[in-house]
């Protein structure tokens, strides 16, 4: 389905592979940074997460905006998470259908070994830091015991009712370390049913949420105003509860989901409102952070973070997510152009060709080199990954993904655990910015980093090595971002030169590392 438009580090003292992987990062930032070149910014433009496209700005003025377009604390570390791990399970785990129908019996849902901790171990061996679980589909069945339907675990036969697997999540990810968001879906076609309340043309009125119901055991301090109709109400209330009794939440992913010709409002406005009043720590699927505009988990080769948007990208997403060109100068400049926002990219893809699991897909879950392309294509182009495995009718995750998780994460702990350039990451010079070893090392991925605190300038890039007489050029790119990985053949050098050959104002780049990706 179209999209209408996700994260956090790990303890650098961890022994996961995606944490060492990280903490190396850090290190080669450290060593990098004092090197950075001077940083010319404009004094009449503050370095923000959004800035204002004014009538009468030239050019000059817009491109200059559009390189102090920085990165909110939230996103940032989101960024730098890398990897997340999508959990759908739900009625159509149970029905086999992808999308179901709100029809369904509560009864039909009931895993008989639903065990959250065998999932967290499984994202946490392959390095992933965050995990985004579906608590509510397009069907509208709800995962955990909202005050507000009946059409929940509530009543379902799991665990005579008293299941939670919003809570099962939370508790399990703590223990693992790892981050936790929810996706809630917006279309919902169980409140789509006669008397229910998606698209029951209701009037919106002025309503605190929360909105207590008797034998309401909550004591709230405070309550939020919004003008809500029926459906809204529901949602923001659904809202609340799990933005307020699950602890820290880091992403809210609000699919583009279908209320087309439904007549029911989306009210995004108070959505995003709630969301970033209870969990100013989260990022939002279509507010803050977009989809990528496929389901295949690859970003562009040439992937913006600075986009140029018509309208408050608060209110409402705008421009199509899935145009091949988001950011270029040309899109900057273009007429109609009123904000530029730090909207970065997350790509998101099944391991299986479904979202849910189905048993006829057991023998189609990606392979490792799959996988690696796709992580190539998504980290290694700027994006995130939120890469989905789904649970199965017993409520775990099958051996072969658990397998291929794993497989995946000691393919990239093997690959990026050692950085051939970081003993000597102090023979940094800028300029071009010229790398000597002072051995000859054999590589076969380049990765480069921008520094984010300046946003995100370069256009295009060109990577070299000394072949004794002269450079010769190996790989060459445009933008770069968060994270460029580039695989080229082998090549065994001791000098490689970066040229940053065009950018906008000063690019500064404090990430380099060469890798030997083992076959
Ligand atoms: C889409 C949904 O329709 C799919 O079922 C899935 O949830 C995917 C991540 O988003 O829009």
């Not at 559009?66 to 940032?76: F, K, R, S, T, Y």
Request: a negative charge; aromatic letters at 10%.
């Amino acid at each position: 389905m179209m999209k209408s438009a996700r994260r956090s580090l790990g303890s650098a003292t961890s022994t996961i592979p995606g944490a060492r992987l990280v903490s190396i990062l850090a290190i080669a930032t450290i060593l990098l940074a004092p090197q950075v070149r001077a940083q010319v910014t404009s004094p009449a433009i503050t370095r923000s997460s959004v800035i204002e496209v004014l009538a009468g700005d030239s050019p000059e003025l817009i491109l200059a905006k559009a390189a102090d377009v920085i990165p909110g604390p939230e996103q940032l570390a989101w960024q730098r998470g890398e990897l997340i791990g999508f959990i759908h399970f739900g009625m159509n785990t149970f029905t086999d259908r992808e999308w179901g129908t709100g029809t369904e019996s509560p009864s039909l849902f009931n895993p008989a070994a639903l065990d959250a901790r065998q999932w967290m171990r499984a994202f946490k061996s392959a390095g992933f830091n965050e995990v985004v679980l579906v608590v509510k589909h397009h069907d509208g069945f709800v995962l955990y015991p909202s005050r507000y339907t009946a059409h929940s675990v509530k009543s379902s036969p799991w665990l005579g009712g008293k299941g939670d697997v919003m809570r099962a999540v939370t508790d399990a990810a703590k223990e693992f370390g790892l981050k936790v968001g929810f996706y809630l879906s917006p279309a919902d076609l169980y409140e789509k049913q006669p008397g229910r309340t998606f698209g029951n043309h209701s009037a919106s009125v002025r309503t605190q949420i929360p909105t207590l119901v008797g034998g309401d055991d909550r004591h709230p301090t405070q309550f939020l105003t919004y003008d809500l109709d029926d459906y809204n109400r529901y949602f923001m209330n659904q809202m609340y509860e799990l933005l307020t009794e699950y602890g820290p939440i880091s992403e809210v992913w609000l699919d583009g989901a279908p209320a087309a010709g439904t007549g029911q409002p989306y009210a995004f406005a108070a959505w995003y409102d709630i969301i970033h009043r209870l969990q100013p720590g989260a990022v939002i699927f279509n507010d803050n952070v977009r989809w990528v505009g496929n389901e295949d988990g690859f970003a562009r080769e040439t992937e913006w973070s600075v986009i140029p948007l018509a309208n408050d990208y608060r209110e409402q997403p705008s421009g199509d997510l899935t145009d091949a060109d988001l950011g270029s100068r040309a899109k900057l400049l273009a007429p109609g152009v009123h904000f530029l926002a730090w909207y970065p990219a997350e790509a998101d893809v099944s391991i299986r060709p479904g979202w849910f699991w189905h048993a006829a897909q057991n023998d189609s879950v990606k392979t490792l080199c799959q996988l690696m392309k796709i992580y190539y294509g998504s980290v290694g182009r700027n994006a995130t990954l939120i890469l989905n495995v789904p649970p199965d009718r017993r409520g775990l995750f099958t051996d072969a993904d658990v397998a291929r998780l794993r497989e995946f994460g000691d393919h990239i702990a093997r690959t990026f655990g050692t950085n051939l350039v970081e003993p000597l990451a102090g023979a940094y010079s800028p300029e071009p910015s010229i790398f000597d070893m002072r051995r000859p090392v054999r590589f076969n991925v380049v990765m480069l980093g921008e520094n984010l605190s300046f946003g995100q300038r370069v256009e295009a890039f060109e990577v070299d090595v000394w072949d004794g007489s002269d450079w010769k050029q190996i790989a060459a790119g445009t933008t770069i971002g968060y994270k460029r990985l580039l695989q080229i053949p082998d090549v065994t050098a001791q000098k490689v030169r970066v040229r940053v050959l065009k950018s906008r104002g000063n690019p500064s780049i404090v990430n380099f590392g060469l890798f030997l990706e083992p076959e």
